[in-house]
């Protein structure tokens, strides 16, 4: 058997990651009719971290272009195994460390877990000349968890203004992982303040335009609040086993 073939997805992956993606794709778009919202306003990223290349393939086959991976080394051997699919976007949506943002500013398309300066200074600073702009969204803590990462939302407007200083940066938008246990009170109390945010950025930014908020769990409530980007991993590619 040839590399290739190994990672070529069997017939029944394919078909079940197919499916997959179609249901998905299905409660996006009914939860885009309840928000009277369009479909369209909604991108799927396809959440592969753990998943094998032959899965990222699949998704490929069956029309799926975003994908988001957590971990630089995994991510950046993905990145680099599939440059065939060469239209593929590449989205970095997991922690950062210092010392492994350039693999980050070079492979990747988008960055949406930036919460500190230091980091988008050598993001800015390690993209490569030639390449486009690295597309950032700032990472919000929304409920205040003290194991989470993000800026506070008070913090916003002043760290997206230091961000402008980084011409190899663009400013997309906002991320958040909210807190999985929260009642729908508190949820809608932190994702509308959250939404706030994002409209007071959009007003100051024309070119803000992402919200990224959702995941297999909260897909309806994220797109009721605004959502732009949906991140789904195990609706897609099923349970992780880590
Ligand atoms: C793993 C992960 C997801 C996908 O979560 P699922 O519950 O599997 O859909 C989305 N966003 C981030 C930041 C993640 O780490």
Redesign the pocket.
């Known amino acids: 058997m040839t590399i290739a073939d190994s990672n070529a997805p069997d017939d029944s992956r394919q078909g079940q990651i197919e499916q997959a993606i179609r249901q998905v794709t299905a409660l996006i778009g009914k939860a885009c009719d309840a928000s009277e919202r369009s479909p369209q306003q909604v991108r799927l990223l396809a959440?592969s971290?753990t998943k094998p290349e032959s899965d990222i393939r699949a998704a490929y086959q069956a029309g799926q272009r975003e994908f988001g991976e957590?971990y630089v080394q995994e991510g950046v051997s993905k990145v680099q195994a599939m440059t065939d699919l060469a239209d593929i976007t590449w989205h970095f949506?997991?922690p950062l460390q210092s010392n492994k943002t350039k693999d980050v500013a070079q492979n990747f398309a988008w960055m949406h877990s930036l919460d500190r300066l230091k980091i988008a200074r050598r993001l800015n600073d390690q993209r490569m000349k030639g390449q486009p702009p690295l597309q950032v969204l700032i990472q919000v803590n929304i409920d205040d968890e003290h194991s989470k990462a993000g800026i506070n939302l008070t913090e916003v407007a002043s760290f997206a203004a230091a961000l402008q200083a980084f011409d190899q940066l663009t400013l997309r938008g906002l991320m958040a992982?909210p807190r999985a246990d929260a009642t729908p009170e508190q949820q809608a109390q932190s994702y509308g303040a959250f939404q706030q945010a994002f409209g007071n950025l959009q007003a100051s930014y024309p070119q803000v335009d992402t919200l990224s908020l959702g995941?297999?769990?909260d897909l309806d409530a994220a797109i009721q609040h605004g959502s732009t980007m949906v991140?789904?991993?195990?609706?897609i590619f099923g349970k992780r086993d880590t």
């Not at 991140?231 to 609706?235: N, P």
């Open positions: 959440v971290k957590n949506i997991g992982i995941m297999s769990n991140r789904i991993g195990t609706a």
